[in-house]
């Protein structure tokens, strides 16, 4: 399992990561109920909107490999959204990046 990257925007946590030739996205939606949420996504990236009481969340997060997202699949449990995405290509290309 490799980790990619966390991100926060707008109160939504994001942690993804590939497993099987998957993106596993995980985004925490304290307090939101499963029908007051909607996705979209494309080959880049996804957008997730929540509504919790009165106030509407929007944020959307940019993927560092490209995904199908016609295959996608989302739960929900627990408070955290859970996408799984084949990847076009699994084999990522990765180079290592010298720090000094």
Do not use: Q
């Not at 996804?46 to 699949?73: I, M, Q, W």
């Amino acid at each position: 399992m490799r980790r990619l990257r966390m991100i926060k925007k707008n109160g939504f946590g994001l942690r993804n990561y590939v497993e099987n030739g998957n993106l596993i996205a995980e985004v925490k939606l304290p307090r939101v109920k499963k029908e007051d949420i909607r996705i979209e996504g494309g080959e880049e990236g996804f957008c997730v909107k929540a509504k919790r009481n009165k106030k509407h969340y929007e944020s959307c997060y940019f993927l560092g490999h490209c995904v199908d997202p016609t295959l996608a699949r989302a739960d929900f449990i627990k408070g955290t959204l859970r996408l799984r995405i084949p990847l076009k290509s699994e084999d990522i290309h990765a180079w290592p990046v010298r720090l000094r």
